[in-house]
């Protein structure tokens, strides 16, 4: 779905709503799919409307129900998330250095702010670092094959008591400094 300049040029006194179901599999696939296995079509509701600078202004939410590989196994896990997106939108793309750093400003491609590839990255942004089936979350031993296994951080400092002790900064100064990148290290200290 895709709002074309001149179509938004008509709503400068008052806001064009929307009401969309997207499907982003394709993309998904496409682009994330080692983050995301499958999403669910997602009901977005919002409005855009031209403000008195000329700039595009997004505002929408939407509920995301995917599934995701769990962090430890790869397996299938089912999530959702509730996103509110904010963005705004130039023509030019210099005038993006005019708004603080803080907020999300972006220049307008091919005349048109696509609906589903601003759905789709603030949708990747929300997803969690880590996701786990219900069976790992409560405890399930951790992968191991052939000659390795996963071991957790407690278990690794059990097993390494003298990494526990000495901390990374004490870890980092037993190491010695490669001569050639000692200029380096002086570098970063300033």
Known sequence: ???????????RNEPLHF???LDLNDRIQERFSDLILSAKP?????????DDHD???LLASYHADLTLPSSRSLEPV????????H??????PK???????????FALKDNAIDLDQVVLDNLVAALPFQILTEEEAAGAPLPEGKDWQVISEDEFLEEHPDEAASGEEGAKKDQKLDPRLAK???FFKK
């Open 95 to 105: 005038k993006i250095a005019q708004f603080d750093e803080e907020e999300p400003v």
């Open 55 to 57: 700039d595009y202004v």
């Open 19 to 21: 009401e969309e179901v």
């Open 78 to 85: 089912d999530w959702s998330t509730d996103v509110t997106i």
């Open 1 to 11: 779905m895709k709002f074309a300049k001149q179509q938004l040029q008509k709503f």
């Open 184 to 186: 380096l290290d002086d």
């Open 42 to 50: 997602i009901k977005v509701t919002g409005s855009v409307q031209q």
């Open 87 to 92: 963005e705004t939108f130039v023509e030019d």
